[in-house]
């Protein structure tokens, strides 16, 4: 079992920048595509970005490509999304999710909520406007 904590998520201004984090016990995350997702109120969770395994790739929806930066640290067991140039559009509940990879060589991100086998509980980012 994993246990995934998001941390980092507040009130910004738009043109702001936040880093979100997601710590994970209970397994290595190093055995796992990580991948970000936010729901706005009234909206379906949407994919935002994702990382494989080993950190090699990475995927974003269009909408935050050249403003958001996913990163992981496997020696922290830790999984980052820096947000540049917030907009209001961007506000919403984030959450990190962990889809486990069996081999090491695995380097798909998947943008599917339905491929993820562990959720955290979400933290709120609200962009002012």
């Known amino acids: 079992q994993v246990q995934l904590v998001e941390s980092g998520g507040r009130l910004v201004q738009a043109g702001g920048s936040l880093r979100l984090s997601c710590a994970a016990s209970?397994?290595?995350?190093?055995?796992?595509?990580m991948g970000w997702f936010r729901q706005a109120p009234g909206k379906e969770r949407e994919f935002v970005a994702g990382?494989?395994?080993?950190?090699?790739?990475?995927y974003y929806v269009d909408s935050v490509k050249g403003r958001f930066t996913i990163s992981r640290d496997n020696a922290k067991n830790t999984v980052y999304v820096q947000m540049n140039n917030l907009k209001p559009e961007d506000t919403g509940v984030y959450y990190c999710?962990?889809?486990?990879?069996?081999?090491?060589?695995?380097?798909?991100?998947?943008?599917?909520?339905?491929?993820?086998?562990?959720w955290g509980q979400g933290t709120q980012v609200t962009v002012s406007s």
């Open positions: 990382i494989s395994r080993s950190g090699s790739n990475t």
């Open positions: 999710a962990a889809d486990r990879r069996v081999s090491a060589l695995d380097r798909r991100v998947s943008g599917s909520p339905h491929t993820y086998d562990y």
């Open positions: 209970g397994h290595t995350l190093s055995e796992f595509a």
